[in-house]
């Protein structure tokens, strides 16, 4: 199995609680550990508390950033919550350079700072590719997104990326 | 043309909302939801959120790390 460990990640609330929907958080589990800021873990489990005890991810609570002033610009002007002002603190003060999120407006704000993010979808994806899981697996785990998770996606394109990656996968069947 | 918009609001953003209007920060309710929806959907429209998404698709197949 391909690891990664030297690679430390930041987490928002959204993939913790939409993988954690799909029973997929083990996806993270070639990650050395995922930084979880306070307020991201307060949120977390406030809406769904089963995703912080998953024994396979290693999920580190982080205390409360003192938020320098960049960050707080950012959060000004790109609305943030209190959890993705938080991430991006911790990515700062960490030097961590991959934020997993699924807010567009996080997402943004990270990449002004030069911090690479990727989402639920892009991590369910690279489960294949870090051979956590397999092709069938994440097509029907896609698939279910609609039915199983609070994220919401436009469903023409979500089948789109389903046709997309399963012909990616085709000769892995 | 406005429309009238019924919403069950958290206490803590509306007990917020309520000081900036008694601060003089804005001028009524109505202003601060109309701002806070329109910074919204500036920092979220659907051509930014499908680029993300493709380029997860692409990180997801043949990224690097």
Redesign the interface.
Known sequence: MAKTNHLLIVADAGPLIHLDELSALDVLSDYAAVLVPNAVWLEVHQHRPQALLKINVKLIRQTTPLVSDKVKALSVLYTLHHGEREALELCLTHSVNLLITDDTAARLAAKSMNIATHGTLGLLIRSVRQQLRHPSEVLALLAAIPEQTTLHIRPSLLNEVIAQVAEEWKSKF | MNNTLNAEIPNQLWQQAQTLVQQGWASNLQEVVNE?LR??LE????V???S??Q???K?????E?
């Open positions: 806070a910074r919204y920092s979220h429209q659907d930014l959120t499908e993300y998404i380029d997860d698709v990180w997801g197949l043949h990224g790390d």
